[in-house]
């Protein structure tokens, strides 16, 4: 699992990489909030490009960075996610809080 | 249905195991040439059922988590067993966003997960002795096969 990101017109990209699950999600998330705690940005989008792999643990993972930006009244777009991964965001709903970008 | 294939993998009920325990299970099910999108299906299923004996039947203990897969045909059946804390309300821990853990972000989707991923989905668990997922896929053959 890795991450990657750059500020661009006040767009917080995120670029993800390998798989989300149980294992991974704490560092994760630990390196998520460092970089939302840091700000600077308006909005946040999530590029799943590089994610093998994501179960249910990514639900809660998202909808957690969701509702922290929420407060600060900062969306949240994903973008780049795979059949796999879509077809947990469509069951799950995330789609109706984290819009898709295509 | 006549058994074609087995096996039977114990392992430690450990996170840094749950890639491996996933990745297992689909690469056996190769043998019935299956698409990317059923192994994915495979992987996610297993992966919901093996975090659930890690975070919930063993609740931060180390426990064995007893993974068998048999082959039947065109159909996997894939049972994921744990000799945890066990629950009494099955259908309660089913409903969809259903946790018992909301504090830890938890999303409650593991189960719907399973059922959605494969074609059927049984749980037998007892309070004190453990519980067991049993799922099954068919694994759809092409109607014509490129190869031949």
């Not at chain 1, 939302?36 to 998202?62: E, H, Q, W, Y």
């Not at chain 2, 896929?137 to 031949?148: G, H, P, Q």
Request: proline fraction near 2%.
């Amino acid at each position: 699992m890795g991450i990657y990101s750059e500020i661009v017109k006040d767009t917080l990209t995120v670029y993800i990489s390998g798989d989300i699950d149980e294992h991974t999600a704490p560092e994760l998330r630990e390196r998520l909030d460092a970089l939302l705690n840091a700000g600077g940005f308006k909005r946040l989008l999530f590029n799943m490009g590089g994610v093998d792999f994501m179960d249910s643990t990514g639900i809660g993972m998202l909808i957690g960075r969701y509702k922290k930006l929420k407060r600060d009244n900062i969306p949240v777009y994903v973008e780049e996610v795979n059949k796999q991964m879509d077809k947990i965001f469509r069951l799950s709903g995330l789609y109706e809080i984290i819009g898709l970008v295509r | 249905m006549e058994l074609n294939n087995y096996f039977k993998l114990i392992l430690s009920g450990k996170l840094e195991n749950e890639s491996f325990a996933r990745s297992t299970v689909a690469a056996f099910c190769t043998v019935l040439n299956p698409t990317i999108e059923e192994i994915n299906d495979i992987k996610t299923a297993v992966s919901e059922a093996v975090t659930n004996c890690i975070v919930h039947a063993y609740q931060g203990k180390t426990g064995e988590i007893i993974i068998e897969v048999s082959i039947y045909g065109n159909t996997v059946e894939i049972k994921v067993s744990d000799t945890g804390c066990g629950f009494a309300d099955i259908a309660k821990a089913m409903q969809p966003f259903y946790t018992t853990k909301p504090e830890e972000e938890r999303s409650g989707m593991g189960f719907t997960l399973m059922q959605a991923f494969m074609d059927n989905l049984e749980v037998i668990s007892t309070v004190g002795i453990g519980t067991t997922v049993l799922m099954r896929k068919n694994i759809l053959r092409d109607v014509e096969d490129v190869r031949a």
